[in-house]
C-alpha cells in the first residue's frame, strides 16, 4: 500500500489559486489517487480521482507527473469556504478491499481575507 | 447532501447507558463503513459490511457493537462506553468495497459526548 506524505498545514488568501502536493513515492502500477475534503464535524467529501497526467472537474484540477510518484491538487480561486482538511489517498484500482485506503492527518488550508 | 444520512447528529450519553446510531444510504450501495474521529487524529476505520456481511473489524472494543440489517442500514450498537469513546462517529458508503476507484460517500457523523 503506497503511503503518502502531505503538508501539515497550508495558508493562503482568498482568491488565490492553491497548489497541495502530495508525495507517494512507492505508487504501484495499478494505483489510483483519490482526494477528498472535510469540513469541521462534517465527514469527508470525494473531490477528484486519477490516474496519470490531468484530470479536471468543476471544482479542481489534479496534476499527476509521468513517475506518479506525487500528485498536486489545484484548486482556483479559492474562497473562505474551501477552509477544510484535505485528504490525499493512494489505492490499487481494483484490487484489495477499499478501506485498506488510509486518511492520515491531511492537509488543513486556511484561507483569509 | 450525499445520500447517507447518520442520526442522530449529537448524543450524549453515561457510561452505563445503551444507545445506538443510525445509518441510511440512499445511493443503493453495497459497502457501508463505520469510522471514528477524535480530536485531531486520523479517521480509523471501526468496521466494513459488504452485501450485510462484516468484512472487517480493526480491532474495535466489543463496546461496539455493529449491525447491519439490510444494504441500506447500519447501526452501531453503544453500552458500557468510557469517556475516550467521546469523538465524531462517521458512517460512509461504496458501490462495492473492492479497489481504490470505490469513492466512499459519508454522512455528517454523530458527535458522540461520553460523561
Known amino acids: 500500500l503506497a503511503k503518502t506524505t502531505q503538508p501539515i498545514s497550508m495558508d493562503s488568501y482568498e482568491g488565490q489559486e492553491v497548489n497541495i502536493t502530495c508525495s507517494h513515492n512507492?505508487?504501484?502500477?495499478?494505483?489510483?489517487i483519490t482526494w477528498y475534503q472535510q469540513f469541521p464535524s462534517q465527514g469527508p467529501r470525494f473531490i477528484i480521482q486519477?490516474?496519470?497526467t490531468k484530470v479536471t472537474n468543476e471544482v479542481a484540477s489534479l496534476f499527476i507527473p509521468a513517475d506518479r510518484k506525487s500528485s498536486t491538487l489545484s484548486l482556483p480561486r479559492v474562497s473562505l469556504s474551501d477552509t477544510a482538511v484535505y485528504y490525499c489517498?493512494?489505492?490499487?484500482?481494483?484490487?484489495?478491499?477499499?478501506?485498506?485506503?488510509?486518511f492520515g492527518t491531511g492537509t488543513r488550508l486556511q484561507v483569509t481575507l | 447532501e450525499t445520500g447517507v444520512t447518520q442520526t442522530p447528529r449529537h448524543l450524549v450519553m453515561g457510561m452505563t447507558n445503551k444507545k445506538s446510531l443510525k445509518c441510511e444510504q440512499h445511493?443503493?450501495?453495497?459497502?457501508m463503513y463505520w469510522y471514528k474521529q477524535s480530536a485531531k487524529k486520523p479517521l480509523e476505520l471501526m468496521f466494513v459490511?459488504?452485501?450485510?456481511?462484516?468484512?472487517e473489524n480493526n480491532s474495535v472494543p466489543s463496546r461496539f457493537s455493529p449491525e447491519c440489517p439490510n444494504s441500506s442500514h447500519l447501526f452501531l450498537h453503544l453500552h458500557t462506553l468510557q469517556p475516550e469513546d467521546s469523538a465524531l462517529y462517521l458512517c460512509?458508503?461504496?458501490?462495492?468495497?473492492?479497489?481504490?476507484?470505490?469513492?466512499?460517500?459519508f454522512g455528517a457523523g454523530t458527535r458522540l459526548s461520553v460523561l
Open positions: 460512509a458508503s461504496s458501490q462495492d468495497d473492492r479497489g481504490a476507484k470505490n469513492i466512499q460517500y
Open positions: 512507492n505508487i504501484a502500477t495499478n494505483d489510483y
Open positions: 486519477g490516474y496519470k
Open positions: 489517498l493512494v489505492g490499487d484500482a481494483w484490487g484489495g478491499t477499499a478501506s485498506k485506503l488510509t
Open positions: 445511493l443503493g450501495h453495497n459497502a
Open positions: 459490511y459488504s452485501l450485510e456481511e462484516r468484512v
